[in-house]
């Protein structure tokens, strides 16, 4: 699995289109995190009392106190759409090319190489949110010498359970890419049909949350329990004013099973695809 | 006792009721260069596939270096071109070669020895989506030397290449068998086979139709006559070596007998009273022998 490590760290780390993700990423959580909050509580009317404390309430979630959460409140839409992207990307352009043939062809075991393929793609997700939560840190520090908030720096421990629920949500997503991208043995489908369900399918499926078996399902979708895993970190969840997506629909504990369990069934699923099909 | 790097017993591949592979016993030597030759669409790339471990029989077996089709064993031995070259077109010729080698635990020393010797030395920096056809070509044969195959799988290497490239492409391979590696080249190019191949399969429709030394599949010579009354001439080598052994190709007449007997032909014929201007011995071009035993497949 090593050399297939190697080999996957090498081809994720020179492709332009990982950077431009990587930016894009880091783009929209700094603004729908940080900047956004921020010009709307700075706009905001000391007079108009109801806008002004719906800016404060926005402005929080931008304060350091909120470093653990907010870096990864996007995990559940917007960000979770772009952990599908890497996987689709990195898998369904080796059909596109036809590069598969290679790559399972030099000797590493079909396993290992799915192994080595889905371990660079873990290590770049980690980079991206260790990235995403050092720029975090940074904005919450200047929002909150701008706005004088009284706030603290959350701890360590705290900050590390917030990187590794991001980790296991950004994992989860990202294996759900490779997975259709080997399914549909290409890059566009599967990121389309990625990008429908984790856009579009969720929040209709929220929407009928009051229809009892819609309700059931609605709470164990990966979005559902990606967005209750956030929220059991003490992020605001969509209903109180947070971030779309953040929900209490499950127990934290509860949802980060739910999470292990989309994870190895899309790891498991992938496995056995890529060891029993064969290769054009 | 001679070894063989590849032997396949009655191996097929179906894609619904068709056959695309029908039950062939392929047998390469080590060290030797074997041609697989076919028309397109023969099964020859199918073949190679599954050889590899790319696609799975339907039924029938194969050893690749003595172990199952994609055995990662037989794998890390096997240097493999299957069609087009498969690229990342991001990456500059060397990354591409890198990615590779890490795949194989190649060095990047054997990486720059291969780029030298697939004469891309100087392109190695530049992105693999501006390369040439020809170059793209000479990339993928590269990426099959990495590792220093026993065993080279090359399906088409000299597509895309021009003149040059081709006989570059030629010494190459010829250089390669030379150290005793094995080399299964599939081509349908007929004279590229006949000057590097020890020894040939033909496939036809998914059937291997013929398999030997080029002399073997060749098959005889003929003895090429021109007399007058070219008719009379006919009649009386059909009688004397019976109809299977004379075919008329104007402007003369092809006679399947040994070289050794020319004299005596013509002495015949002489003897009858025709008139003679030629007697001379033509050896089976491959082109010929393939064409007779691919047209006789096409006909069942």
Known sequence: MRRSLYAEMLKLGKRPAVHTTIGVWLVLSLFFGYVFPYFTYRGSSAAAAEERAAAIAGVLDALPASLATTPIAGLPVFAGALAILFGALATGSEYGWRTMKIVLSQGPPRTSVIAGKLAALVLLLASILVLSFATAAVASAIVEGATELPTAWPSAGAVLAGLGSGLLIAAMWCSAGVLLAHLLRGTAMPIGLGLVWALAVENLLRTGASIPVLGTLQRYTPGSAAGSLVAALDATPQSAGGTPGVSTNLPGLTAAAVLLVYLAVFVIATVLVVRRRDVN | ?300
């Not at chain 2, 080698?101 to 920096?125: I, S």
């Not at chain 2, 030629?170 to 599939?186: I, P």
Request: charged share 25%; proline share 5%; hydrophobic share 45%.
């Open chain 2, 1 to 300: 006792m001679t070894t063989d790097s590849v032997v396949t017993h009655q191996l097929s591949r179906s894609f619904g009721s068709v056959k695309a592979v029908d039950a062939i016993d392929l047998e390469v030597r080590a060290g030797e260069v074997y041609g697989f030759l076919g028309a397109n669409g023969a099964g020859k790339t199918t073949t190679l596939r599954m050889l590899v471990g790319l696609a799975r029989p339907t039924s029938g077996k194969a050893t690749v270096l003595g172990r199952p089709p994609g055995d990662p064993r037989a794998l890390a031995r096997t240097g493999i071109l299957i069609e087009e070259p498969a690229l990342y077109p991001y990456l500059s010729g060397r990354d591409n070669l890198a990615v590779v080698g890490r795949y194989t635990a190649v060095g990047a020393r054997r990486v720059e020895a291969v780029l030298e010797t697939v004469g891309l030395a100087e392109a190695a920096a530049k992105r693999v989506s501006r390369y040439s056809l020809g170059m793209r070509q000479r990339l993928g044969v590269g990426m099959a030397l990495l590792k220093d195959p026993e065993l080279l799988v090359l399906d088409e290497p000299a597509n895309g290449l021009d003149p040059a490239g081709v006989v570059q492409m030629r010494e190459l391979l010829a250089g390669l068998a030379s150290d005793g590696r094995t080399v299964l080249l599939s081509s349908h190019a007929l004279s590229e086979v006949g000057q590097i191949c020890d020894r040939v399969g033909i496939l036809a429709a998914g059937r291997l139709v013929a398999q030997g030394t080029l002399a073997e599949v060749r098959g005889e010579g003929a003895l090429l006559i021109t007399a007058e009354p070219q008719a009379e001439a006919l009649d009386l080598l059909r009688k004397r070596f019976g109809p299977q052994a004379v075919r008329h190709q104007p402007p003369a007449i092809a006679l399947t007998v040994s070289p050794d007997q020319a004299a005596s032909v013509n002495r015949q014929l002489n003897d009858a009273g025709l008139d003679v201007s030629g007697v001379s011995w033509q050896e089976r071009s491959m082109a010929e022998a393939f064409f007779d035993l691919t047209a006789k497949e096409d006909d069942r």
